[in-house]
């Protein structure tokens, strides 16, 4: 049978409700099109632990030839990757890592030069003590902790730089706007806040602006999406000071898992670039990703041409057959 000859990738998502996981999940949809000789099965976990485990565990007994997984958190799922490994099933982890990083290969930037970027950013621009808010993504996830450790280690080797707060944001907008308005008030004396993602750092606006202290404080985020209210916008609006460029790599992501699948060599860690986006850059930027979406839409269009065409012949070979009984 045709279809047994095929790879079988399939994603454990963590989940998606937010455009980062979206673009990713289509980058990974367009270059498995690209590939016709894969077959991309996407399982949303609503960011839901257990319901990771159970996508994976379904993955594995499906037959995937190859996992690719984005944990949510980095603890509870190195078992169930574990057992994938042990059946023989090589794991890629992407964006986020798993506690013991037994896994095949990672691919995703590096979180640790994230959070390093984002405090550099301040020491260059900054004169005089510097009084930092810093608000985390969900704790148990890597680039979380990857991002504060990164930020700490240059924070500390500048003594002008003093993280006052530490706010768990959870990733998302409304808990990181809530507790940074309630902290706010007591913290005339912020003029940074790094958030480790553009969401929770449009937040940190929203808060500010509500406080009136907008003017204020410099605000730092991460991903520096090129959508309407993406971080590449948010920096042209001067609503943020800055962004860290989190590509998504999913479409990386599906190469390494040929590769891979194909036992040609490969790296263990596949380090995606990352760059400050600041006012000086960022229409150079917009411009760059517009032609790429421009590129990918191209190629969208010519993946659905070519379905309709081969719906078509396929529905023309069927009455070739059915006149051929007369
Ligand atoms: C998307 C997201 C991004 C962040 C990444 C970290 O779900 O929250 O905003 O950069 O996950 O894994």
Redesign the pocket.
Known sequence: KEHDKKIKIGFSQ??T??E??RQMNQSMMVEASLHPETELTIKDAHNDVKQQIKDIERLISEGVDILLV?PIEARPLDSVIKKALNQGVPVVAI??KTDKEDFTAFIGAD?IEVGRNAAKYIVANTRGVINIIEIT??DA????YERSLGFKQIVDQNPQLKITDKIRGN??LPSAKSQLKALLAHRKETSYIFA????MALGAWEAAKELGVEKNIKIIG??ALNTPNGGIELVKKGTLTATIL?PNGGNEAIKLAITIHNREPFAKNNILNTIVVDRNNAEIIENQMDKVDQQQKVIEGQLEAIKIQEQEFSSQKHLVRLLSFF
């Open positions: 963590a989940m409700t937010d980062w996981r984005s964006d986020r979180n993504g969900a996830s890597s680039p979380a990733w998302e480790h993602n553009d969401r991460v991903d989190y």
